[in-house]
């Protein structure tokens, strides 16, 4: 492990086994380091608290019933700490606010109380001196409490509390909880992807996917999403009276994860561009046109590599015949300056082939798993069949609405 605590964990013991008779089975040396930021809050300090606190069933319920959210409305497993202080119990998309007599003791009281008396002593190796400071700076940062294959969770376990080292390492340091007679203490253990498969394991990690709305959120939030039959997602659209063809991705298979488990699910966006509703006759009436940029999320949990993942969605409304082909991305969202690939579509106009050119949005550090072109002749051969495309399979239909 490349960086060391930044909590000396002797300093929580004396705070908390003070409040709950705990005792931290730990070596305080092994935690020490300079904070390279006095406004930046580090994964591995909020781990710290999180194992040194005196966390209740009714906490575990809460991170639980947050996370169950979140995975619910399309998102990874997680809770924000924007949420935990702000909408305790609420997950990732949640619209009304869990918080007020629902939780008389929520876990943002516990992790305050942490706060202010490690504040308050000065305790060593920990640099904040305004408590209000260190939470306002918590709750505004992007860290979260992640919780992988928390649907396995047997209500009463407690959990392994550990966190992303964000260098692609696979194992870390974890905190788990031991009862002696009554008293708890924390013991350090190995923690990888295969121990959070049979206990419960909080990771604490950084947000990527809040800020997107998910196909599950569309499909509730829009009643316009969700015509052209079944769950088929569509944008809103005037409806016309002519034929049209649309082109669908009917599902989506991750054949393996892209990211540290660390940091949770894989977020694709599957772009396309197009040109929609193309019927120009003339050169002049094809500079009228723009290119039409469809972008989807999914995510994908890691649980879920080699399962076809329901996409069903519309990603060209109107495939028109003077289009010879179209441009497709995926990614997985890693972040970075936002930036774009450019490609050509072919058109036909009055029996000439025209070049037009189409910027999709992508980030810096993403990885990309596929771009390139589709052609409608490809797409029509290969209906409702399932194809390679990188590290993902790809099943997609051209029907008629």
């Known amino acids: 492990m490349e960086r060391m605590m930044t909590v000396v964990a002797a300093a929580f013991a004396l705070i908390i086994t003070a409040a709950s008779c705990e005792i931290l089975d730990n070596d305080p040396d092994k935690h020490v380091s300079e904070k390279e930021d006095s406004t930046y809050v580090g994964l591995e300090e909020v781990a710290q608290i999180l194992s040194l606190i005196p966390l209740q069933k009714n906490h575990i319920h809460e991170v639980y019933s ?50 202010r008396s490690l504040c308050e002593t000065k305790a060593e190796g920990w640099s904040w001196t305004d408590p209000d400071g260190f939470l306002n700076a ?13 649907e396995e969770w047997d209500g009463r376990t407690m959990p392994v509390i550990t966190f992303d080292p964000e260098d692609g390492s696979e194992v870390n340091v974890g905190y788990r909880f031991l009862d002696d007679d009554g008293f708890r203490r924390v013991e350090e253990i190995v923690v990888d992807e295969a121990v959070a498969a049979v206990e419960p394991v909080w990771v604490v990690n950084r947000n990527s996917d809040a800020g997107f709305t998910t196909l599950e959120m569309l499909r509730r939030e829009d009643p316009c999403w969700g015509e052209g039959g079944g769950n088929i997602v569509v944008r809103p659209q005037t409806r016309s009276e002519k034929p049209m063809k649309a082109l669908i991705l009917r599902d989506f298979t991750m054949k393996r994860n892209y990211d540290s488990w660390f940091a949770g699910a894989s977020e694709f966006f599957v772009k396309i561009g197009y040109m929609e509703d193309f019927t120009a006759t003339t050169e002049a009436e094809l500079r009228l046109y723009e290119p039409t940029v469809t972008d989807f999320m999914i995510v994908v949990k890691r649980n879920q590599v080699g399962i076809p993942q329901n996409f069903n969605a ?86 008629q609405i």
Do not use: H
């Not at 992007?142 to 992988?148: A, E, G, H, S, V």
């Not at 082909?325 to 936002?338: K, L, Q, S």
């Not at 589709?374 to 029907?399: H, Q, Y």
């Open 138 to 150: 918590l709750t505004e940062s992007d860290i979260q409490i992640y919780w992988p294959f928390s």
């Open 66 to 115: 947050a996370v169950t959210s979140s995975s619910g409305n399309g998102y990874d497993e997680e809770y924000t700490m924007k949420d935990l202080f702000q909408s305790p119990g609420a997950g990732v998309g949640d619209s009304e606010v869990k918080g007020g007599t629902l939780y008389d003791d929520p876990l943002r009281n516990l992790i305050e109380d942490a706060v």
């Open 314 to 399: 519309i990603l060209m409304s109107d495939w028109s015949e003077n289009a010879d082909a179209c441009a497709f991305m995926i990614t997985e969202d890693d972040g970075g300056t936002r930036t774009e690939w450019s490609s050509k579509a072919k058109v036909f106009v009055a029996g000439k082939s025209y070049g037009v050119e189409i910027s999709i949005p992508m980030n810096e550090r993403d990885d990309v798993v596929w771009r390139g072109k589709l052609a409608g002749t490809w797409l029509e051969r290969c209906n409702g069949e399932s194809w390679p495309f990188g590290d993902v399979d790809l099943t997609f239909e051209v029907v």
